[in-house]
Nanobody
């Protein structure tokens, strides 16, 4: 079992930065695959970034070069550093995990159905 709690959301102007955090509580000592998703108003949930147990990362084309996913295993915390924010980044952001040491195949990592554990979400609003 994996329990996730997001924090760090807020309202910022375009071009600004925010760092989101996800506190991870788990019943095993395994390092698990973690991902960030987001859902904007009137849109479907989309994958933003994923990081595996070894620290390898993959990003959605829409955030590549602007967002950085990272983790601190000693603090059991996942992060999403967001720079050069745009109004289209406005969304509810969720952290997620499949509860496994390996991530979904690259063909499927962006699909929310392959992740079993979800946080409650934190709102990010970017204004012009």
């Amino acid at each position: 079992q994996v329990h996730l709690v997001e924090s760090g959301g807020g309202s910022v102007q375009a071009g600004g930065s925010l760092t989101l955090s996800c506190a991870v509580s788990r019943y095993t000592d395994r390092s698990v695959c973690m991902a960030w998703f987001r859902q904007g108003p009137g849109k479907e949930r989309e994958g933003v970034a994923v990081i595996d147990s070894a620290g390898s990362t993959t990003y959605s084309d829409s955030v590549k070069g602007r967002f950085t996913i990272s983790k601190d295993n000693t603090k059991s915390t996942l992060y999403l550093q967001m720079n050069s924010l745009k109004p289209e980044d406005t969304a509810m952001y969720y952290c997620a995990s499949n509860g496994l040491t390996t991530c979904p195949n690259w063909l499927f990592w962006k699909y929310d159905t392959v992740y079993n554990y979800w946080g409650q979400g934190t709102q990010v609003t970017v204004s012009s």
